[in-house]
């Protein structure tokens, strides 16, 4: 039987990827690394064949006993908790499996660090990487970032151990109601539609250019799909797609901070739900305040091209666009702002 474990199952991606991985693998074995006997409680009342798993991010035995039994490996929970992702690492040398694989989630910050290092937040700045031709530039920056300890572990593993395969999944802004057991928000778009509503006007970081490139999360979790479809080993193996070539970037499209501000404040201010359509100037510390990292999360610069999943996997992405969800994630945060004194 196809194993199959995942951590993040009640966050926003893992969540979702869960849901998908339940449609597309019926007759699999899916395993849920939860925190508690609530929590599972949760995942088992929506997903009945998923079989949970007590345990946090921290508890590396349990983790590593549940990889070594697994064909996929999904650490959807977090990009740079390092005790869990070496407990996978010493689980796949444990292995059970013929040819298991890790697919691993990360973000497109990965791309912010010229905005990180510099603190000039909300200017432009041409960016077009991409995840095929581009791979080597991407493999750059990556060994060249110190604080990205889990993608060079993943990196790394295929050389000592040359069964494992890994792939990397490099998130951009995500969008769109989650489909898990519980965390169905996102975060750069609810909380600068939250933070609309709570100013009563729009907020740009600076002058409101810089960039994310974006993806719906059902599109995302499709791609995660196709990868552990690809992991059957008894389909064939197809190399480009792992390990050192197991970078994948996932967008549908891309639209400057600014103007989300502008779209976000216009509908709000349509129906009502602020009194002026205006979009103001914050500065980093500002944003900060906002929400958790929000010079980074609506301040910086993160655009790419998804092409190794569209050409290798056949991965095309179906979901509504970014601004055809900000009406929808307008009304959610106003039904959820509703009662809250305004800052």
Known sequence: MFRIFITGATGY???????ALTQAFRSSKITAL?????KAFLITSKF??????IGD???????ASEVSEADVVLHLASSNHLPSATAIARGLTET???????IQISGASLLSGQEIATNSYGQARAQDHNDLGGIGEIQNIISSSPKRAVDHLLLNLSVKQPKVRTAIIYGPLIYGPGRGPVNQRSIQLPDL?????????????????????????ADLSQLIVRLVQEADVRQGENPSLWNENGIYFAENGRIPFGEISR??????????LIKRPDVRKIDAEAADKLTAHGAVLWGSNAQYTALRARELLGWKPSGCSLEEEIPRAVLEENSLFEGRPKL
């Open 57 to 63: 991010l921290d508890s590396a035995a349990q983790i």
């Open 34 to 38: 939860v925190r508690n006997e609530s």
């Open 263 to 272: 779209e976000i404040a216009a509908f709000a201010f349509q129906k009502g």
């Open 96 to 102: 059970k499996r013929q040819r298991p694989v890790w």
């Open 193 to 217: 539609t939250r933070a609309t509503l709570e100013l009563g006007h729009g907020v740009q970081v600076g002058d409101g250019l810089s960039c994310w490139s974006n993806i719906h999360i």
């Open 48 to 53: 009945p064949s998923v079989a949970p798993v």
């Open 13 to 19: 991606i893992g969540g979702d990827v869960l849901y």
